[in-house]
């Protein structure tokens, strides 16, 4: 991820939700956990603007296949 200066491996954002079995973007769920310069007040405003930026929600770009695990 470009915002955060990583560009191999596993994303730092990347947040396990342990109520909804899934994980989130923690660049949009906490956004000031990872832009320690953005003001908390300003955090729901930009957690709305980078979840439209990545387009979270709209599906996955991922060019993974997954396995059939039936046996």
Do not use: N, T
């Not at 200066?5 to 109520?19: G, H, N, T, V």
């Not at 973007?25 to 405003?45: E, I, K, N, Q, S």
């Not at 991922?62 to 396995?67: G, R």
């Amino acid at each position: 991820m470009f915002v955060l200066f990583q560009f191999k491996s596993r994303c730092r954002a990347l947040l396990w939700q342990p109520e909804g079995s899934r994980y989130v973007c923690g660049m949009v769920a906490r956004p000031a956990d990872y832009l320690r310069w953005l003001p908390a007040r300003l955090g729901p405003w930009a957690g709305r603007l980078l979840a439209r930026r990545i387009a979270a929600g709209l599906g996955c770009d991922a060019d993974i296949e997954p396995e059939d695990r039936r046996v």
